[in-house]
């Protein structure tokens, strides 16, 4: 499973429209709405690094709306939480 964390800057009168059209893309687990130098924080789950092409700029990038976006990939999760087992729920 492969974590990638999409900071997005958004057209700021249509933030609540991106963020869902953002969250019913396929790959994109949560959507954030946050202040500072980005508009919406996108965590997107898949398989392998080459879905990550097609989730991001296949799709995030061109809802209407999306400005910019600049993608981080998490190499580890530090939690006391059993994120394993949280992430995997409902993957074969």
Known sequence: ???AI???K???GRIPEVAEAIAEIEG???VYSVTGGVDLIAVVRVRGHEDLAEVIP???NKVP???SS???IAFRAYSSH???AAFSLGME
């Open 65 to 67: 709306g999306v400005l």
């Open 70 to 72: 600049d993608t981080h």
């Open 1 to 3: 499973m492969i974590t």
């Open 82 to 84: 059993d994120l394993e």
């Open 6 to 8: 999409v900071m997005i």
């Open 28 to 30: 994109v687990s949560e």
């Open 58 to 60: 296949g799709h995030v």
């Open 10 to 12: 958004a057209d700021v």
